[in-house]
């Protein structure tokens, strides 16, 4: 035997086997007597092994496929009553029945809370709706909201005190989370939840979009925009 043989590490084992991984197939016998250590109990066959890993990797498709049906399912039904929101708006015969059916909606069929709305000018029939505040555009009390009235993006969350003082008043307490709806130059509108996972950062807010733009032309029917 030659003492100055070339020894091969385990490493430089992996390595070639990463590069050939067909070699097995050549020496089946091979693949059935290696042996794999188990974290969580005694040693198995590299066949067994493997039919394991796949199993694994099964059900994790089967889970993530499961959940995005569950997703599918909840988009479905936003979608429909997004769609019927759209079409009660279009239904209306005056801006104060507009914004009703409104706030009507998103406290019952999108299971509001505390539904708030913020228009900038006043509206002929809503002087005594609790849901509803009349504050002008260069208010100091729409300090707060200055930004997102600019941008129009909407905020799910936790708001700041400033902003839920203003949106919630003497009910402030009550609201955990917000889904909050900017309409640059038309107002606000505010989704309060009492559970503070209701409404979080980076949840989609594709819905909230839509239903501010059915709103918004809505209300143009009647020049209230």
Not at 187 to 192: K, S, Y
Request: glycine residues 6%.
């Amino acid at each position: 035997m030659n003492d100055t043989a070339e020894k091969i590490g385990a490493h430089e084992v992996a390595a070639w086997l990463r590069r050939h991984p067909t070699f097995l197939k050549q020496f089946p016998d091979l693949a059935l007597t290696m042996v794999v250590p188990r974290d969580d109990g005694p040693t198995a066959s590299l066949a067994s092994y493997q039919l394991e890993v796949l199993r694994d990797k099964n059900r994790e498709l089967a889970r993530r496929l499961s959940d995005l049906g569950v997703n599918a399912q909840i988009n479905e039904r936003l979608a429909v009553r997004t769609h019927q929101l759209t079409l009660a708006l279009m239904r209306q015969a005056s801006a104060a029945d507009t914004l009703r059916a409104m706030a009507a909606s998103l406290e019952e069929d999108f299971a509001g809370d505390l539904v708030r709305i913020i228009s900038l000018q006043p509206v002929e029939g809503l002087e005594q709706a609790p849901w509803l505040q009349v504050i002008a555009a260069d208010s100091p009390r729409l300090a707060p909201f200055h930004d997102c009235l600019q941008d129009g993006e909407p905020i799910c969350g936790r708001l700041q005190s400033e902003k839920n003082d203003v949106l919630y008043g003497e009910r402030v307490d009550e609201v955990a989370s917000t889904a909050l709806l900017p309409l640059p130059g038309v107002g606000l509108i505010a989704v309060g939840s009492h559970d503070p996972n209701r409404f979080y950062p980076g949840m989609g807010t594709l819905f909230l979009r839509m239903m501010g733009e059915s709103l918004v032309v809505g209300l143009q029917r009647f020049n209230a925009v």
